[in-house]
């Protein structure tokens, strides 16, 4: 078996967030981070949402995210819901980065400031995120795995996960659930 992403706890959350705050495009990495915790999105996913996806034309943020079969992994369309603090934190990013061409990529790349970022670009830039702010175990898939464990843990049923994360099957998204001891003590307390 093959070791699985490392699940953030709120302390390292906050520790990558405080670290994305005192770099270049801030504004642009804080919204990428959030999203990846609080959408549950694939980087590959996050990399291929379009401005006019996330934003509609009066500049405010959607509450739905519309992924198209092609941009995601199943080559399934599906739905991502945008919660309250995700909102928040894209509509910060929206107001900062207005395109001419809303078909651009919703999260530009410094360096490729046209097409923005591609899977691979964002793998590496989450790599190194992690890194530089001593969060070591992490990857792009943490956000992914610690939203689906943090609904776990509020008791939210495994259809519901597999739905929300995109997954075929509930033994895919069983997977990616990350049991801890605050999770086996709220169990035993229901006794």
């Known amino acids: 078996m093959t070791k699985q992403?490392?699940?953030?706890n709120s302390e390292e959350l906050r520790r990558v967030l405080d670290y994305v705050a005192t770099r270049k495009h801030s504004t642009r990495n804080r919204a990428l981070v959030v999203a990846s915790f609080f959408s549950g999105c694939r980087v590959g996913e996050l990399s291929t949402i379009s401005y006019s996806c996330v934003v509609d034309e009066n500049?405010?943020?959607?509450?739905e995210i519309r992924l198209k079969a092609e941009n995601t992994k199943t080559k399934e369309a599906r739905i991502v819901f945008v919660n309250a603090k995700l909102k928040k934190e894209l509509q910060k990013y929206a107001d900062f980065y207005k395109p001419l061409?809303?078909?651009q990529k919703f999260f530009y790349s410094q360096k490729r400031a046209s097409n923005g970022y591609n899977a691979n670009t964002l793998t590496q830039f989450f790599h190194y995120l992690y890194k530089r702010a001593g969060v070591y175990g992490a990857s792009s898939h943490s956000g992914r795995r610690t939203f689906i464990t943090n609904l776990a843990s509020k008791g939210v049923s495994v259809r519901v996960l597999a739905s929300l994360a995109g997954h075929r099957n509930i033994s895919t998204t069983q997977c990616y659930i990350d049991v801890?001891?605050?999770?086996?003590r709220k169990a035993v307390e229901l006794i």
């Open 5 to 8: 992403a490392k699940t953030l």
């Open 59 to 63: 500049g405010k943020v959607r509450d």
């Open 101 to 103: 061409d809303k078909e």
């Open 180 to 184: 801890n001891d605050d999770m086996k």
